[in-house]
């Protein structure tokens, strides 16, 4: 029986692996650098790289790589060997500080928004020393940050740890300013829940559009969906649960804190939480913990399909991001405390996150746009696009109070009690959770609910950070000078709030009125990325990651270009495998199956039969077949048109409001041929086989 405790970390080079394997002095300037940030000298990581080397290779490890996150929206690595020559013919192994310091993969293969020419080949990747080493399939892998020759960033990781260290300052500042003079640090913790589907290798195999897109272009619904709720917390199935079963395992192993796991409301569809980090190592960890969802499955002859929407007509895949701010201290500063009424420090911080969160919303949504999130945002599974906060009744009152300038006594939690005498009261909590909510307060923390599964969040992390640090700074500003700092306190959580309470929704996000409302209160309502991504480049955002030094107004640019191309490559890839299932598969086996109806009509009509029923299924699929035909065209021309079009925007918004929607009603046509059609004469797998056959 495995012993948890033992085998968590095992393959991680972690604290207690340093500290057994680095002479004191070394691992003392280590720990500075990943605590405190402090510069690394060579000699420093010479040791280390020694040390980390004798450990890979006692452990069966014959390489090493350099792990990073490029702008294609998945991780990267380059496998390096150990081996140096050594006399007589013969190797040794061989790792140096320099090796582990710096990499050189090629960046011009990489997405890169103009920067970097094809021609122009050199990047680096460098070791983040916060990030723990570990071995992954007889690999050493150096989790690294990446950048092009002339040092643009490159990759998701660099800006994510630069606004962890801008947050960090103006929050140290800001305590200070409060009398905590013992806070040196302060960091920024994520628990990303992370959603997926499961289904069987030989129906996946079976599918062009999940090998190629990673979600369904066809489909039409089975007879039996979620309506009956059945499946979210239900009893899971014993393949399944071999499945999680290893899976927990080989993310323990990597020191991944998978805690939580259950079934979600769509039928094949799973939920993985862990308990929360640094938003840095989180950010490791989710990419990681996606990466080993993928390959375990492929032990299990599964497939797990990370796409935000596989399956049209039942919920996609989400990924909630759990917030929060924490000194080295141990202090939570978004804890309100059994008296938030009278925690001045809570309610500043609070403050903060209001106005970061109103006047960047735009940001905040464009954080999580993505070709596959435009089909889950506004739908019954997931947030609307239009964001808002909410912040429960408790803390919506204390807010309320401030702004109105009246008095607030906080609410002791009730106890619930059962009326069953063998079963336990126990205390409720303040607030109820509000699952339409795309930002919404639940405790001790922020759940931004409107991730997509499929997403690094690396990016939406930094941008929060990032507004929160840049508001934060400003508070500082106009308080630092004060002689009566409680009373500027006060006044200062009182304007802040009042001119961004617009923000501030504690009802149904999903109904008609509220869209009407956040319309009247000015808040955006971007529905599909094109529309989202546009405002990237405002200059106000601009100006927010230039002055806090996250990125440069060039690598903004670069990133915009980026996310619009991949969108339009994305949504091209779609329409292509689309025509290719529908000219090569569909419309034949369509052809074929009314070839065999006309043939039972003539038949039937020489022996003198009825063939009232054939002839009525012929009808309407000859139909709908000569519609589907010419729905077709329709999409390969739209295809060929979109190649006029050089601006990124202009090509994205095309693809989005004419591409896309032919697309769309060329399925409606496919779907509905489906559904008359004999099932041995489709030729691809129906929803019912994909998402009840595991």
Request: proline share 3%; charged share 30%.
């Given at each position: 029986m495995t012993n948890t405790a033992e085998l968590f970390g095992i393959n991680v080079f972690n604290d207690r692996k340093m500290r057994e394997r680095l002479p004191k002095a070394t691992y003392r300037a280590l720990k500075k650098t990943i605590e405190n940030g402090e510069a690394l000298d060579l000699s420093v990581a010479n040791v280390v790289a020694n040390a980390m080397k004798d450990w890979a290779v006692e452990n069966g490890c014959t390489h090493y790589t350099h792990w990073f996150q490029p702008m294609t929206g998945v991780t990267a690595e380059k496998h390096d060997s150990f081996i140096s020559p050594g006399g007589d013919g013969e190797v040794i192994m061989e790792f140096s500080g320099k090796e582990l310091i710096k990499g050189e993969p090629d960046a011009s293969s990489f997405p890169s928004g103009g920067i970097r020419a094809t021609f122009e080949a050199r990047g680096y990747t460098t070791w983040d020393p916060t990030s723990p080493a570990f071995i992954r399939e007889r690999t050493l892998y150096i989790p690294t940050a990446f950048c092009s020759y002339t040092g643009e960033v490159l990759d998701k990781k660099t800006p994510l740890l630069r606004s962890m260290e801008k947050l960090s300052a103006e929050a140290v500042r800001i305590l200070r300013l409060l009398g905590k003079n013992d806070v040196n640090r302060v960091t920024t913790t994520v628990g990303p829940e992370q959603e997926y589907f499961l289904i069987d290798r030989e129906m996946y195999d079976s599918r062009p559009d999940l090998i190629y897109t990673g979600r369904t272009l066809f489909g039409a619904?089975?007879?039996?969906?979620?309506?009956?709720?059945?499946?979210?917390?239900?009893?899971?199935?014993?393949?399944?649960?071999?499945?999680?079963?290893?899976?927990?395992?080989?993310?323990?192993?990597?020191?991944?804190?998978?805690?939580?796991?259950?079934?979600?409301?769509?039928?094949?569809?799973?939920?993985?939480?862990?308990?929360?980090?640094?938003?840095?190592?989180?950010t490791d960890h989710n990419e990681l913990t996606m990466e080993v969802m993928k390959k375990t499955a492929e032990k299990h002859g599964l497939v797990c399909l990370l796409h935000e929407k596989p399956f049209a007509g039942v919920n996609g895949s989400g990924k909630h991001n759990n917030w929060s701010i924490?000194?080295?201290?141990?202090?939570?500063?978004?804890?309100?405390?059994?008296?938030p009424e009278d925690n001045l420090q809570f309610q500043l911080f609070l403050a903060a996150v209001v106005k970061a969160v109103d006047e960047y919303q735009d940001l905040l949504r464009i954080t999580v746009a993505s070709a596959g999130n435009d089909h889950r945002l506004g739908a019954n599974e997931a947030p609307p696009?239009?964001?808002?906060?909410?912040?429960?009744?408790?803390?919506?009152?204390?807010?309320?109070?401030?702004?109105?300038?009246?008095?607030?006594?906080?609410?002791?939690?009730?106890?619930?009690?059962?009326?069953?005498?063998?079963?336990?009261?126990?205390?409720?909590?303040?607030?109820?959770?509000?699952?339409?909510?795309?930002?919404?307060?639940?405790?001790?923390?922020?759940?931004?609910?409107?991730?997509?599964?499929?997403?690094?969040?690396?990016?939406?992390?930094?941008?929060?950070?990032?507004?929160?640090?840049?508001?934060?700074?400003?508070?500082?500003?106009?308080?630092?000078?004060?002689?009566?700092?409680?009373?500027?306190?006060?006044?200062?959580?009182?304007?802040?709030?009042?001119?961004?309470?617009?923000?501030?929704?504690?009802?149904?996000?999903?109904?008609?009125?509220?869209?009407?409302?956040?319309?009247?209160?000015?808040?955006?309502?971007?529905?599909?990325?094109?529309?989202?991504?546009?405002?990237?480049?405002?200059?106000?955002?601009i100006d927010l990651f230039t002055r806090n030094g996250i990125v440069t107004e060039a690598e903004m640019r670069a990133r915009y270009e980026i996310e619009l191309e991949q969108y339009s490559k994305l949504l091209r890839i779609e329409a292509l495998t689309m025509l290719d299932m529908a000219k090569k598969n569909i419309t034949p086996a369509v052809i074929d199956f009314t070839g065999e109806?006309?043939?039972?009509?003539?038949?039937?009509?020489?022996?003198?039969?009825?063939?009232?029923?054939?002839?009525?299924?012929?009808?309407?699929?000859?139909?709908?077949?000569?519609?589907?035909?010419?729905?077709?065209?329709?999409?390969?021309?739209?295809?060929?048109?979109?190649?006029?079009?050089?601006?990124?925007?202009?090509?994205?918004?095309?693809?989005?409001?004419?591409?896309?929607?032919?697309?769309?009603?060329?399925?409606?046509?496919?779907?509905?041929?489906?559904?008359?059609?004999?099932?041995?004469?489709?030729?691809?797998?129906?929803?019912?086989?994909?998402l009840f056959g595991v």
């Open positions: 619904m089975a007879p039996k969906g979620q309506e009956l709720d059945d499946h979210y917390f239900g009893s899971i199935k014993t393949r399944v649960a071999a499945y999680m079963h290893e899976l927990d395992e080989e993310l323990w192993k990597l020191g991944v804190y998978a805690k939580t796991k259950h079934n979600e409301v769509a039928p094949s569809q799973h939920e993985l939480a862990p308990i929360f980090t640094t938003s840095n190592i989180a924490s000194t080295d201290t141990g202090e939570n500063l978004l804890n309100p405390g059994k008296n696009a239009i964001i808002s906060m909410y912040l429960g009744d408790d803390l919506g009152a204390l807010v309320e109070s401030i702004i109105e300038g009246r008095d607030y006594k906080s609410h002791k939690a009730a106890r619930m009690e059962t009326g069953v005498d063998a079963l336990p009261d126990f205390k409720k909590d303040n607030s109820d959770r509000n699952r339409t909510s795309p930002f919404a307060f639940t405790g001790n923390k922020f759940e931004f609910r409107a991730l997509g599964s499929s997403l690094n969040i690396a990016c939406p992390n930094y941008m929060l950070n990032t507004m929160v640090a840049d508001e934060l700074s400003g508070f500082y500003e106009a308080l630092k000078g004060s002689e009566n700092l409680e009373s500027d306190l006060k006044a200062l959580i009182r304007e802040t709030l009042t001119q961004h309470r617009r923000i501030i929704f504690n009802g149904d996000n999903y109904s008609d009125e509220w869209v009407a409302e956040a319309e009247r209160r000015g808040l955006c309502n971007y529905k599909s990325l094109p529309e989202a991504m546009e405002h990237y480049v405002d200059r106000k955002n109806l006309a043939g039972n009509v003539q038949l039937k009509k020489s022996l003198g039969v009825s063939s009232f029923a054939e002839e009525q299924l012929l009808d309407s699929l000859s139909d709908k077949l000569e519609e589907f035909v010419k729905k077709t065209d329709e999409l390969d021309r739209a295809v060929k048109l979109s190649g006029r079009y050089e601006d990124n925007l202009e090509l994205a918004k095309f693809f989005r409001n004419n591409v896309f929607v032919t697309m769309q009603e060329l399925r409606e046509l496919g779907d509905s041929m489906e559904r008359e059609v004999a099932a041995d004469c489709w030729p691809y797998p129906s929803y019912g086989e994909i």
